[in-house]
């Protein structure tokens, strides 16, 4: 291909392994914390203590105090959805926030140490610290955010669950870390790009990247709204009359802020959700065509079919999501098919990375 890697090039075996594992520990919190929004378990846990918050309740009593803290600060929530729930079922909510809060810190550690070790070990060049110190730039970015949108729940008359819009800027900066770290990791495993000859369709895959980054923060809004709910029918057309009465609602500022009462508001989040996945379909099959006729390298040629096979899953999982929405968006559905946007975007930043220009 006329791509040489030298030695010099390449980055140790444990660091690249190391930089992979921190890709999936951050897929799995993006996972988590999806599941987290569709059970409603992220105003359960009412206290951000980092340290003394490591530990769940150890008894009956500290169990109690947890769930009428969460009575209190979570007024509406409660009253509105949980307005009958036991102990136990409290219990259920309060581990998804805890798990995913839990999670936040494992990958603290897993990334703090090693990084220490190898820098004691100069195992890292310096463009690598550099976009590490990014990584952890947009780690703390992520968790802050968290501790605003989960705030944005309490104590608030009017809301059942957290700032969908909130939601959105703390799912947009954890796919971004996401994205980053890959983009770090594949860097690291190929110094050069493959398929460096074929840039020409490098912009082409920007656009399909960009595409699928859209529909992420869309479907982050479909979540965060429940939008889902709305018109759980597939095709659009099916009870069409119906939806096409909702949409033509009164859609202001007030409506905008407001979303939680206007189900026309999620009526548009959903109708952009469905046209831009059409779009998107339309663009990375031609994008699958153009690339088959490029003679790209073998391992692209595999990663293009990964990528139209993932967008197959990725409609059929979206079909399954909405038609299922009837009283209450599925969970195990809804997580799927969020975990799925994330590896089809894995798919084509590697594809765009092995695309560019060798510099």
Known sequence: MGNHTTSK??????????????VILVFVQVLIGGITRLTDSGLSIT?????????????????????????????????????????????????????H?????????????????????????TWLIKRLAIVIGLAMLAATFGIIMVYSGFNDDT?????????????????ALFCYLFWTWVKATYPNPLDSKHFTLHRLGLIVTALVLVQIAFGGLMAGMRAG??????????????????????????????YERSATVKAYVQVIHRITAYLLSGVLIYYFIKLGKAGISSVLNTSRYLLIIMLVIQFLLGILTIVNCFGRVPVIYGAMHQGGALILLAIALFINYHLQQKR
């Open 229 to 258: 709910l709305v018109h759980p029918y597939f095709p659009m057309f099916v009870e069409g009359e119906r939806f096409m009465t909702i949409l033509s609602g009164n859609l202001d500022a007030t409506e905008l802020i407001d």
């Open 159 to 175: 809301r059942t669950w957290v700032s969908a819009y909130k939601l959105l800027g703390h799912l947009s900066i954890a796919t």
């Open 101 to 125: 809060r839990l999670w936040a810190r494992t990958m603290g550690f897993v990334f703090l140490f090693p990084f220490l070790f190898f820098v004691w070990k100069k195992m890292l060049p």
């Open 9 to 22: 090039d390449l980055i140790a075996r444990p660091v690249r392994i190391w930089l992979f594992i921190g």
């Open 47 to 99: 206290e951000w203590e980092v340290i003394s918050g490591t530990l769940p309740p150890l008894n009956e009593a500290q169990w109690i105090d947890a769930f009428e803290k969460y009575k209190v600060a979570a007024k509406k929530q409660f009253e509105s959805l949980f307005g009958d729930m036991t102990l136990s079922e409290f219990k259920f909510i309060y581990f998804w926030e805890y798990f």
